[in-house]
């Protein structure tokens, strides 16, 4: 397996239901980081994590909590969601954080629907 | 505050030129990506400018002037699998940060 791998592709959710979405790169990077996609929104930066430590939380509220247990691996924890949540969420990575030429590979991301 | 400008849709004719414009007000530029996204699927690496000037790769280039804070991409002999999402993104210094655009929807038509 090569690239950035999201699973799951789809999820339907309860707004008291808690679940994860998992993000795996199998590309050395060392910087990873979570983006949500709105419907006619920029995309826009949740987290971003160099060598498994947080650098950047783009004022996320706290329904939202990530993890990342090695540079590797990220998680995006999610509960008591609103409808509003719903989106297509983004992981990517990337070499570091500023002189790669190569910018972000982005996952396929999870399609998140908040009923 | 960061704030990258493009079209919202184009349309061109296959086999015809394109070229989609990105104006950009951003502090501590580090770079300009652009990115293709079909429908449901990630975006993907296009191309970087970081110096003024053109990039070219194929049948695909990108322009920058950093004094003027304008990008473009130029897409030639657009082919039918070209009709996606453009988006246009900004580095912000060593953060990491990719600023976006909302993108530029092209649909090419035969």
């Known amino acids: ?115 | 505050g960061q704030n990258i400008d493009q079209p919202t849709e184009m349309t061109a004719t296959e086999g015809a030129i394109v070229q989609i414009n990105c104006t950009y007000q951003t502090s501590g530029f580090n770079g300009l990506f652009w990115y293709q996204q079909h429908a449901g699927e990630a975006p993907t690496f296009l191309s970087y400018n970081v110096l003024d000037g053109l990039e070219e790769k194929g049948r695909f280039s990108s322009f920058l002037s950093r004094s003027k804070g304008y990008s473009y991409l130029l897409l030639k002999e657009l082919q039918m699998k070209d009709s996606a999402s453009y988006l246009c993104a900004v580095r912000i210094g060593n953060t990491g940060k990719l600023i976006f655009g909302q993108g530029t929807t092209l649909q090419v038509k035969p």
């Open chain 1, 1 to 115: 397996e090569t690239g950035v791998t999201q699973t799951p592709r789809h999820l339907v959710m309860g707004m008291t239901n808690k679940k994860s979405l998992k993000c795996e790169q199998h590309l050395g990077h060392n910087a990873m980081y979570w983006y949500k996609q709105s419907a006619k929104k920029p995309l826009e930066l949740m987290f971003v994590y160099n060598f498994k430590e947080q650098t950047e939380n783009n004022s996320v509220p706290s329904r939202f909590s990530p993890e990342c247990p090695n540079s590797s691996h990220l998680f995006l924890h999610l509960h008591t969601l609103q409808p509003e949540d719903s989106a297509l969420y983004l992981c990517a990575s990337s070499q570091d954080l500023g002189r790669s030429n190569y910018g972000y590979t982005f996952g396929s991301g999870t399609r998140l629907t908040v009923v």
